[in-house]
């Protein structure tokens, strides 16, 4: 169960099935993320990965998570 990195990712996809990835970075007590797609970055201290997934949702529209299960379409 050991990853062994202080690097995580929130990745979501869009409604074009794009994935939209956003590095969360700790560097200390501090959490660095920046957007893969557009470059963006912000410190965040708390939930980082909240914070990644708002910038995912309001800025790319990305808020299909690949890792939840997926309903069977039929
Ligand atoms: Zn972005």
Redesign the pocket.
Known sequence: MTRGSSTSRVSRWDGHGRE?V?HVVRTGVQRTIR??????RRGAQFLPWLKAEE??AE??QATVDPTAPRQPSR
């Not at 957007?35 to 963006?40: A, D, L, N, P, Q």
Request: charged content about 10%; overall charge negative.
């Open positions: 939209h956003v957007c893969e797609t557009c470059g963006w910038h995912l800025s790319h």
